[in-house]
Nanobody, 116 residues
Framework: QVQFVESGGGLVQPGGSLRLSCAAS????????MNWYRQAPGKERELVAS????????NYADSVKGRFTIGRVNAKNTVYLQMNSLKPEDTAVYYC?????????WGNGTLVTVSS
């Protein structure tokens, strides 16, 4: 079955950086678009970044453009999210996601807290 394990979250000061990782298993990773979402307390889950199967197309939410970079290594079944210049409003649980056979699959998430 499809499984994701996110890691790399933690507490960081404003202006700092974190690198999130998502290890995928249970499906043919290299042919699927992969996404990072986040959900802040009291808010709806939102799409942060998306990357095509081969990595050639990357899309970002306006709020993170120029600060976040999504990447993937298909040989390792892993997708990354490099987050720089972090702001308090980036505080959220970050989730790995894909859509397979019309269904959304999610990891358990990793918490990112940006605070001084």
């Amino acid at each position: 079955q499809v499984q994701f394990v996110e890691s790399g979250g933690g507490l960081v000061q404003p202006g700092g950086s974190l690198r999130l990782s998502c290890a995928a298993s249970g499906f043919y990773f290299s042919i699927y678009r992969m996404n990072w979402y986040r959900q802040a307390p009291g808010k709806e889950r939102e799409l942060v970044a998306s990357i095509s199967s081969a990595g050639g197309t990357r899309n970002y939410a306006d709020s993170v453009k120029g600060r976040f970079t999504i990447g993937r290594v298909n040989a390792k079944n892993t997708v990354y999210l490099q987050m720089n210049s972090l702001k308090p409003e980036d505080t959220a649980v970050y989730y790995c996601n894909t859509i397979k056979d019309g269904m959304n699959f999610w990891g358990n998430g990793t918490l990112v807290t940006v605070s001084s």
